[in-house]
């Protein structure tokens, strides 16, 4: 397992930080982005420290799959029956800045193509 750094998502899930956490269970926490990009910006990530999508390890497959599932439900919460963006930024050129793997769920307006 690759070793994560301590995040700033590290210290939302050990509540050491605030956040407008929208849903938690056993392996995943999904919050309010602090910098929004459309009307609703969630993101969902593991309690288990992953760096990103490029280095999560076969072990990892029901987390991830649980996360996607994850956000389906955050999405109901969040009413967003017209549809949504889910993005997951892997790596610098990929434009991550945090680095312990999370999901964005935009939504809230219509959402053009391409992203940029």
């Given at each position: 397992?690759?070793?994560?750094?301590?995040t700033?998502?590290?210290?939302?899930?050990?509540?050491?930080?605030?956040?407008?956490?929208?849903?938690?269970?056993?392996?995943?926490?999904?919050?309010?982005?602090?910098?929004?990009?459309?009307?609703?910006?969630?993101?969902?990530?593991?309690?288990?420290?992953?760096?990103?999508?490029?280095?999560?390890?076969?072990?990892?497959?029901?987390?991830?799959?649980?996360?996607?599932?994850?956000?389906?439900?955050?999405?109901?919460?969040?009413?967003l029956?017209?549809?949504?963006?889910?993005?997951?930024?892997?790596?610098?050129d990929?434009?991550?800045?945090?680095?312990?793997?999370?999901?964005?769920i935009?939504?809230?307006?219509?959402?053009?193509?391409?992203?940029?």
């Open positions: 397992m690759t070793l994560t750094p301590d700033i998502f590290g210290k939302i899930i050990r509540r050491e930080i605030p956040a407008n956490i929208v849903y938690e269970d056993e392996l995943a926490l999904a919050f309010t982005d602090v910098n929004p990009q459309a009307p609703t910006h969630i993101l969902v990530i593991p309690k288990k420290p992953i760096v990103n999508l490029a280095t999560a390890q076969a072990e990892d497959q029901l987390l991830l799959g649980h996360l996607l599932l994850t956000v389906q439900k955050v999405a109901q919460i969040a009413g029956e017209q549809g949504y963006r889910v993005v997951m930024n892997t790596g610098q990929g434009g991550q800045t945090v680095y312990h793997l999370h999901i964005h935009l939504g809230g307006r219509s959402l053009s193509w391409p992203p940029g």
